[in-house]
Each structure stands twice: as structure tokens, then as C-alpha cells.
């Protein structure tokens, strides 16, 4: 039996973790565990037929970090021959009665995605592709990737595998105690990308217990139509005599399980500290479990990097502005590659309460496909909703959808043949839900039946590229009234057909109702009612119309969505207003108070082009210190704290400490021309394990600007480099900066060094979680707070100015 004919009838039991059994069994610290299935075939086949005799019914070969970045072409082969070899070997040899497959074990790089970190989209498909090809040679049966915490990694993972693989992917990722993935998914918006994709299924392993990881399993099987898996570790790890032991016992783990297998998960095994005696427990609940049937949800819906969004729920906003067509200023800066201005637009619409963005950039006069890409990978590092990609050029719709980091909504496909074989299969390739414009060959139908008539032959050739209506959402076509006088009633009463016949959601380009008339605000909010009141699920709008938010606010409130109308009074504080104000605020205005928050605001919303500008303009009329204390620096200290409440994420920090560099280049620059005369020589360093060195850098520019040589050794710098440094140059002052509590331990080790071996220099430290009572505790004769007090400590120590 294959495994697809197995799990249609069962539950999957997995097997265990291999980590610690390995350490059991000796292997050392800082050694690959891949190594093993070469040097310690016997130990692997081992661990592997325990699993088979406890009940697994796939075990997964010991290639979790088994990656071209790792090991050369060569090592890799023999690592993935051998390990699955050793798995089939134990299948071979354990006598346990029951269904045995090998699952081709893939794990996270080990590196993060561009903008995060160094290794972009196209390389990480390659590293992994180079391990899949492998798998597939040697004959595994399925394919885990497993342990992901990014979704654009899992992206990546997935994708190598559907295209290079004809064999069923199981994807599984590691969810924190907030419920998300380390860089802000949450389960739905992980499912929603995942089965698009065409993933045999999808769920969550490792970094919590069964209990904890419970309501991350809920929230995906809620709205998942594939197989969910659950692994979870043996429960929370702790230390005792030296040794990490987990806090849940084989019975509890069983039993904790079973409740989700009961709820309709159709795969179990175990993660972390979990061993052949936890999966002995958990066959045995299984054996005893009835598979729950896994139901179709048919729930339209699209995701970004982070969130998903539904439809059907209530009627949702689609930004238009991401579009050249009528727009001067749009089209000049696509002329111009002027990005800025795109993301400006971008954030402006999500913060108008978009829930999508459309992008659009064709202009015959660029090359679409390299903007639209660059336009989509910058965007979503900088907005959180989801996309729209608009293109009617195939080739770029492919090239924007593979880095799209989610699940895109697709703009569009319509009933001619031509376009349906070149845009369906990209749907089922990428995932994403498609626009379906209800026209064809013979043009636009004039009358609301033609257009249903259309969307059903849409639905019927959608189907045979495996295209389920839940992915399709119909364009009734506003058509202008001035050139028609039943336009308008045709396409509301198409709208409505479209739902209660086919039960299809549906979206309309509203503002093509009014072309060519004056006033036309009225005519689009009229018709925008009309077509709610119809049955419309979503609208491609100008957010900063407030005739559109307003218009959009009562229908919610009069349709019962609205508790206490709550939305409804929040969003009229602003309706008084004609146009909303728009992001790019400083840069029309001259006014200095303005320019500063608009740096403040660039970098908190992560435009470093604006960032560097405003900075620039600040710096002719104040001094850098100003600009840094009292933008650079708030700025990073709100986007640091949405960090802590779990508002913001690691790729928005990140983009924002961009921004605070660029801004910095800048001061940079600019100081560099007012260099005095040398003071003496500053060692200076983050301390090993931190990475942060912002706070360093400006110590660095201040101590330059004011005459002394500095030794800058970087950051995450070892206790002995800094000391060998210190030595080498005999350097009278050192500086260290830390801004975690967990690196300030470093720190202390460092001055610990310094004092036995260069015991004439002056130690200065800082560092956001640094105090003056801290500093003195470690041994430093400064603490500074800010890099002034450092300069200032340093001319005291040298008696220079
Ligand atoms: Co991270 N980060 N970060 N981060 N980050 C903090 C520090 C954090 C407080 C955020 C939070 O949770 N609220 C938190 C630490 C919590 C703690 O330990 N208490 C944190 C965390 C947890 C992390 C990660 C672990 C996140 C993760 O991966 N899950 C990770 C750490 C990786 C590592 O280091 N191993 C991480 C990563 C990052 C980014 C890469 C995304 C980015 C750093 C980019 C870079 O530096 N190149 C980043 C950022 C930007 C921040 C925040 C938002 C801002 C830090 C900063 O640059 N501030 C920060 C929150 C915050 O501080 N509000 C945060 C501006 C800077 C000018 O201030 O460095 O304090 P500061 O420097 C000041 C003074 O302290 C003083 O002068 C400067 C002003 O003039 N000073 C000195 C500093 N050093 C001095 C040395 C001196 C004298 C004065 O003499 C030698």
C-alpha cells in the first residue's frame, strides 16, 4: 500500500525525536548528526527500527540540517543515500506488523531569508532542491519540512519540493507560546500559503508540549482541508544536574494527544525529548482513535508574511492607489525606479484600512517584470496585509507570485481560453485566489445572466487544473454609466446572481462607474452602497476617498457588523475631511517640526530612501546629536517596544534598523567633513553573542568627530579578540556595548580578561539595558548613558578636547 492509500484510511503515527538519543549515544557537541548515518550506520538503523517496534508508521531519516549550505554535493549524496538507506534497513528488519514508509527529513537552512538575513528566495529554493533530487534518487516515500519558523523559508522549502518531486510533502512549523512563527505568521496565514501550494498537509512540531501547541493545532484544523500533523516536544525543557529533561511523561504526552486526534488530527508523532517509549504511548491511543474525516472548510482566503484574511466575513477593502493608470505622479515614479514612493502609497492604504494592497506597475515605457518583483518583495517587507498582484503579462505574474511570501490574491483571469491556460496554472502552481473577470472571446455580456454564464464556464475549466471556487472571486465589471445608462443596474444585478446562484464571492473596480463624469465621488459611494447592499465581498477602492470610508462604514454599521457601531465612530473622526492626509507629509513641507516626525515615521514604517532624505533636510537646520536623540533614536525605541508587546515583528525591526543606518550614513557623511585633530586611541566593541551595534556606531561617529582613532572590532566580538586588540595597540580607553540581558554577562567576562591583561586601559560600557549600578557591579570605570557622555569621559581620561 502507498503512502496516500494508507493515510486516506488511518492515522499517521511519526516517530520521535533523534537528538537526544544521539547525545545518548555519543555524539558530541558541535558534531553533525547527519555525519552519523555515514560513520554510525548501525546507531541510526537502530534508533530507527525502535520507532518501526514502538508503532511509527514513518520514521524520518537523520537529515534534518542536511543542506547544500552545510556539506559539499559530494557529502551531502552520501549523507542522504545513507540515511535513507539506514531508515529502509530498519524497516526491513523490524518485525512490527503494521505500515512502514521513509520520510525525507528537511529542516530550516540554518539561514534567514533576504531582507531578514543574507540568503535569498531563489538560492534557498536551490539548497533545497539540491536535497529533494537526492531523496527522490534514493527512494524516499514522502517528504517532511519540518521545524520551519519563517514563512518565506517554508516558501522556499515547499516550493523546491512540489518542483522537484512528484512525492506527497508534509509541512510543519514551529510555533511560539504567542502563536506564531518566530518572524509573526500565525497558523492560519501559514495554512492558507501551505495547502494553496498544494502540500499533502500541514501543522506544527516542536518548541512547546502537547498542551501548549494544542490551540496552534485547534486554529489550523479549524479552517485546514488537508491532513494536520501535531509533534510536539516531550513538553518544556529544563535544566537538572547539567542535563536538559523535559517536563511531560509518556502517558501524559499519549493522552494530551489523543484529544487533538479526537478534534481531527490525522497525524501524530513527537519532537524534543520524546523517544520510542512516548510513541509506544501514543500508538496505542491511536490504535484506539477513530480518524476523524478531514472536510473541505471552503473558505476563500489570502495571506501576507503574517496575517490571513477571509472572505465573506464582511465586505473587504482592496487599496487601489498601487496603480499608474490617471496618475501623473505614479508614473513618474515609475519612471524614475522610484520605490519610495510605491511603499509610501502602500502604507498610506493599509493605514486608510485596507485589508489588501492591488500592484500594478505596467508602463509601456519599463520592464514590468523586474518592477512588479521589486515592487512586491519591497512592499511586503514594509506592509502587513496581503497582496494583490495585477498584471496581465503571464511572465510577470509567475515571476511576482514565486516571491510572494503568502498566499497573493492573483488580478486576473477571464473566460477566454487563452487567458485561463496561462493564469490557472500559476493558481495551482503558487496558490493565491484569482480574479476572474466575466468576460471571454465574444467580449463583455451585456446582460447580469451572460456574466454568470461566463463565471460558470470560469469555475468548470478551473476545476480541471484542480482549482476549487473557493480560489475564484468574480469581477461583475463596473462599466462606465455615462456610455451606458444600465451599467450600473446590469453589474449589481451580476453581483447578485453571482452570489445566490453560485454562491462565488465577488469584487468590482468601483470607481470605473463614474468615468468621464464630474462629481464623481457620489456616483462611486452610491454604487459602492448599492453593490454591498447586493452582496459584494470585496471592492477595489481609494482609501483616501472619504466619501468610499465613509460610505464603507455605514454599510457596516447598518448591516449589523459593527458592535456598538464602535468602528463606525472611530473612523469618523476623520470624515469631516475631503481627502485623508497621506505618510509623505514631511516631504512637502519645508516646516522642520514636520520633517522630524516624518523621519521618526519613516523609520518606524521602514522607508529608508525617506528615512535618508529627512535626515538630510533635519541636518541643515539642527545639530546631529539633536537628530539622533530625538528622532533616530524614539523612533527605535517605539518600534522596540511593539517588539516586546508582540505588535511588531522581527523583519519590521529589522527594516527599521535599516532605516536608522541609512539615516545614520547620512550624519555620517556629514560629520565626517568637521573631523578635529587625534586624541588617542578607542578599542570599541559589541561583546560577543550581540549583535546590535546602532548604539556602537553612534559612539564610534561622536568619539571620531571628536578626535580620537577608533579600533572599531564590530559586534558579537569574542572577550580575547577585544583583548588582543587592547594589548596589541596598547590602547588607553576601551569601550563596550551590550543591549540584551543575556549578553551583558559577556561583557563582564570581557573586563574580566582586559583587567588580568591590559590592566592600564579605562573601560567605558553601555548599552540599553546597562546601569550605572550594573556597570560598577562588572567592573567598569564608566557607565555611559549616551554616546556624548562616553566622549566626554574619554577627553577627561586623555585631558584632551
Ligand atoms: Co533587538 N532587541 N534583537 N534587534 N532591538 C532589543 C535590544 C530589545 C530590547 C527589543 C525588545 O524586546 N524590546 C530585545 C532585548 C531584550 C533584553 O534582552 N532585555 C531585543 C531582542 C530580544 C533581539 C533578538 C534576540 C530578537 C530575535 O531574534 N528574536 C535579536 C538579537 C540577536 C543578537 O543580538 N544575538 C535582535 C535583533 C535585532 C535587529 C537585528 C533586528 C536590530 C539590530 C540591528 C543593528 O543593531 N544593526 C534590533 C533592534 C534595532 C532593536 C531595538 C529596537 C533598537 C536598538 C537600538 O539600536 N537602539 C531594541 C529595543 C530598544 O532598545 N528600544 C532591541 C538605538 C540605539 C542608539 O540605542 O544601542 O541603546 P542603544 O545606544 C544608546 C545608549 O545605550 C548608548 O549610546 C546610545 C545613544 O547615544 N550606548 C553606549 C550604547 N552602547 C554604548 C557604548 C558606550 C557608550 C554608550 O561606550 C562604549
Known amino acids: ?8 484510511k488511518n492515522i499517521i503515527c511519526f516517530d520521535g525525536g533523534t537528538g537526544t538519543l544521539l547525545q545518548e549515544r555519543g555524539l558530541m557537541p558541535g558534531e553533525h548528526p547527519e555525519t552519523w548515518n555515514i560513520t554510525h550506520p548501525d546507531v541510526i538503523t537502530d534508533i530507527h527500527k525502535a520507532y518501526f517496534d514502538a508503532g511509527s508508521n514513518v520514521v524520518c531519516t537523520n537529515t534534518f540540517g542536511a543542506n547544500a549550505l552545510k556539506f559539499s554535493d559530494e557529502e551531502l549524496e552520501n549523507i542522504i543515500k545513507n540515511a535513507i538507506n539506514n531508515a529502509k534497513r530498519a524497516a526491513k528488519s523490524s518485525a512490527a506488523p503494521h505500515e512502514k514508509f521513509v520520510a525525507l527529513d528537511i529542516g530550516p537552512s540554518g539561514k534567514l531569508l533576504k531582507p531578514l538575513g543574507d540568503l535569498d528566495f531563489e538560492d534557498a529554493v536551490s539548497v533545497f532542491a539540491k536535497t529533494v533530487k537526492l531523496g527522490v534518487k534514493y527512494g524516499a516515500d514522502l517528504i517532511l519540512i519540518e521545524t520551519m519558523n519563517d514563512s518565506y523559508e517554508t516558501k522556499a522549502a515547499l516550493l523546491a ?10 509541512v510543519s512549523n514551529a510555533y511560539g507560546e504567542d502563536g506564531k512563527l518566530m518572524t509573526g505568521a500565525t497558523p492560519e496565514a501559514m495554512t492558507a500559503m501551505i495547502e494553496g501550494m498544494g502540500a499533502f ?46 517536563d511531560v511523561g509518556e502517558e501524559e504526552f499519549a493522552q494530551e494527544t489523543e484529544i487533538l486526534l479526537k478534534k481531527g488530527v490525522r497525524i501524530a508523532g513527537g519532537c524534543c525529548g520524546t523517544t520510542p517509549a512516548y510513541i509506544k ?5 491511536i490504535s484506539k482513535t477513530a480518524p476523524v474525516p478531514v472536510t473541505k472548510k471552503d473558505v476563500t482566503v489570502v495571506s501576507s508574511y503574517t496575517k490571513a484574511v477571509t472572505f465573506g466575513k464582511e465586505p473587504l477593502l482592496i487599496g487601489e492607489r498601487i496603480n499608474p493608470t490617471g496618475k501623473k505622479r505614479f508614473k513618474q515614479a515609475l519612471v524614475e525606479n522610484d520605490v519610495s514612493y510605491i511603499l509610501s502609497e502602500g502604507i498610506g492604504q493599509q493605514e486608510k484600512g485596507a485589508h489588501i494592497l492591488d500592484v500594478n ?15 512586491v518583495t519591497e512592499l511586503q517587507a514594509v506592509v502587513d496585509i496581503p497582496l494583490q498582484i495585477d ?16 498566499k497573493a490574491m492573483i488580478n486576473s483571469v477571464n473566460g477566454k481560453e487563452e487567458s485561463m491556460h496561462a493564469v490557472f496554472p500559476l493558481v495551482k502552481k503558487y496558490g493565491g485566489v484569482v480574479v476572474a473577470l466575466t468576460l471571454d472571446e465574444n467580449g463583455i455580456p451585456e446582460t447580469a445572466r451572460g456574466r454568470v454564464n461566463i463565471a460558470k464556464k470560469i469555475l468548470e475549466t478551473a476545476k480541471e487544473y484542480g482549482i476549487e471556487k473557493k480560489d475564484i472571486v468574480f469581477d461583475a465589471l463596473a462599466l462606465t454609466i455615462s456610455a451606458d445608462a444600465r451599467a450600473a443596474k446590469t453589474t449589481l444585478e451580476a453581483v447578485k446572481l453571482i452570489k445566490d446562484e453560485l454562491h462565488a464571492h465577488t469584487v468590482l473596480g468601483v470607481s470605473n462607474v463614474s ?19 447586493n452582496g459584494l465581498s470585496s471592492a477595489i477602492i481609494n482609501p483616501y476617498s472619504a466619501e468610499m470610508i465613509k460610505t464603507y462604514y455605514s454599510f ?8 456598538n457601531c464602535a468602528d463606525y465612530i472611530n473612523a469618523s473622526k476623520e470624515f469631516s475631511e475631503t481627502t485623508f492626509g497621506s505618510t509623505d507629509a514631511g516631504a512637502k513641507s519645508g516646516d522642520a517640526k514636520e520633517q522630524e516626525s516624518a523621519l521618526k515615521n519613516a523609520i518606524i514604517k521602514g522607508l529608508k530612501d525617506k528615512a535618508a532624505q529627512y535626515t538630510k533636510a533635519l541636518l541643515e537646520k539642527e545639530s546631529a546629536l539633536d537628530v539622533i536623540n530625538t528622532e533616530i533614536i524614539p523612533a527605535l525605541n517605539i518600534v522596540g517596544e511593539g517588539f516586546e508587546n508582540k505588535t511588531v515583528y522581527l523583519p519590521q525591526l529589522l527594516i527599521s534598523a535599516e532605516c536608522a543606518k541609512s539615516a545614520f550614513e547620512v550624519i555620517k557623511n556629514a560629520a565626517s567633513r568637521e573631523k578635529s585633530a587625534d586624541n588617542g586611541i578607542f578599542v570599541l566593541a559589541t561583546v560577543k553573542g550581540d549583535i546590535h551595534d546602532i548604539g556602537k556606531n553612534i559612539v564610534k561617529l561622536l568619539m571620531q568627530n571628536y578626535g580620537f582613532d577608533v579600533v572599531d572590532l564590530g559586534k558579537d566580538v569574542p572577550p580575547e579578540k577585544i583583548v588582543e586588540k587592547t594589548v596589541e595597540l596598547h590602547a588607553p580607553l576601551v569601550g563596550l556595548s551590550a543591549l540584551m540581558t543575556t549578553t551583558v554577562p559577556a561583557m563582564e567576562e570581557t573586563i574580566k580578561q582586559l583587567r588580568k591583561s591590559a590592566p592600564w586601559c579605562k573601560i567605558i560600557v553601555g548599552g540599553a539595558v546597562l546601569t550605572k549600578e550594573y556597570a560598577d557591579k562588572i567592573g567598569a570605570d564608566k557607565y555611559a548613558k549616551d554616546a556624548m557622555e562616553s566622549v566626554r569621559y574619554a577627553q577627561e581620561i586623555t585631558g584632551k578636547q
Open 556 to 563: 457596516r454599521a447598518l448591516a449589523g457588523l459593527d458592535e
Open 515 to 533: 468615468f468621464g463624469l464630474p462629481n464623481r465621488s457620489a456616483v462611486n459611494s452610491l454604487f459602492f452602497a448599492l453593490a454591498l447592499g
Open 281 to 285: 504511548a501514543l500508538k496505542e491511543k
Open 391 to 406: 498584471t496581465s503579462d503571464a511572465c510577470a505574474m509567475e515571476k511576482a507570485l514565486r516571491r510572494y511570501n503568502g
Open 361 to 375: 506597475v505596467g508602463l509601456p515605457e519599463i520592464d514590468e517584470q523586474k518592477m512588479l518583483v521589486c515592487a
Open 1 to 8: 500500500m502507498d503512502f496516500l492509500e494508507f493515510s486516506e
Open 201 to 246: 498537509a500541514v501543522g506544527a512540531n516542536c518548541s512547546l508540549g502537547p498542551k501548549q501547541l494544542s490551540p496552534v493545532v485547534e486554529r489550523i484544523l479549524a479552517v485546514s482541508s488537508i491532513p494536520v500533523i501535531m509533534k510536539p516536544n516531550a513538553g518544556l525543557p529544563k535544566s537538572e544536574n547539567g542535563k536538559t529533561v523535559f
Open 161 to 170: 519540493a512540489k518542483e522537484n518531486s512528484a512525492l506527497p510533502v508534509i
